[in-house]
């Protein structure tokens, strides 16, 4: 069956950089657009990162623009999400998930990778 | 970008009782409407997709409706299990979600 296994979050400096995993089974994920969506300890859901099914598009929120960057391994059936300068306001539960179709909404979903960036 | 508001923030409803969660965007979004259960420190699950259809394995007392720029949830009779935290979101133009609504036991 599907899943999403995330992994590689943890208490970091400012301006350090982590680097989180999510490996996918049940499925290829070059068949699919893939997301990170984060979320603030007791706040809402946010839209990080995104890349296509072909990984030629690759989009990211204003916030994360020049500091995250995110890719694939299609041989690992990898996803990847690197931040670098990580500020206190990137502390987040960060989650994969994968888009349904192209425009589509998120129908699975890793378990969550918490982040904390502090000194 | 399109604004999805929830209401109301936070709903008490007894067990057994119906309850029913409103969404609104700030513009039409069609049927591009997504509901979403979280619970504490699990990841969202998808409940209904396309305003009105419900993801597989969800429950048939979870029902979705509404188009254009306001949508509903209605859980018809609630289960403990139920209680949780419930996102909408829209995926008409690039995908934004709603601030949640948490759903209490009263």
């Known amino acids: 069956q599907v899943q999403l296994v995330g992994s590689g979050g943890g208490v970091v400096q400012p301006g350090r950089s982590l680097r989180l995993s999510c490996a996918a089974s049940?499925?290829?994920?070059?068949?699919?657009?893939m997301y990170w969506v984060r979320q603030a300890p007791g706040k809402g859901l946010e839209w990080v990162a995104t890349?296509?099914?072909?990984?030629?598009?690759?989009d990211y929120a204003d916030f994360v623009k020049g500091r995250f960057t995110i890719s694939r391994d299609k041989f690992r059936n990898t996803l990847y999400l690197q931040m670098n300068d990580l500020r206190a306001e990137d502390t987040a539960v960060y989650y994969c998930a994968r888009e349904w179709g192209s425009g589509s909404y998120f129908d699975y979903w890793g378990q969550g990778s918490l982040v904390t960036v502090s000194s | 970008e399109i604004v999805m508001t929830q209401s109301p923030a936070t709903l008490s409803v007894s067990p057994g009782e119906r309850a029913t969660l409103s969404c609104r965007a700030s513009q039409s979004v069609s049927s591009n409407l997504a509901w979403y259960q979280q619970k504490p420190g699990q990841a969202p699950r998808l409940l209904i997709y396309g305003a009105s259809s419900r993801a597989t394995g969800i429950p048939a007392r979870f029902s979705g409706s509404g188009s254009g720029t306001e949508f509903t949830l209605t859980i018809s009779s609630l289960q403990s299990e139920d209680f949780a935290i419930y996102y909408c979101?829209?995926?008409?133009?690039?995908?934004?979600f709603g601030q949640g609504t948490k759903l209490e036991i009263k």
């Open positions: 049940g499925f290829t994920l070059t068949n699919y657009g």
């Open positions: 979101q829209q995926y008409n133009e690039w995908k934004t």
């Open positions: 890349i296509a099914y072909d990984a030629d598009y690759k």
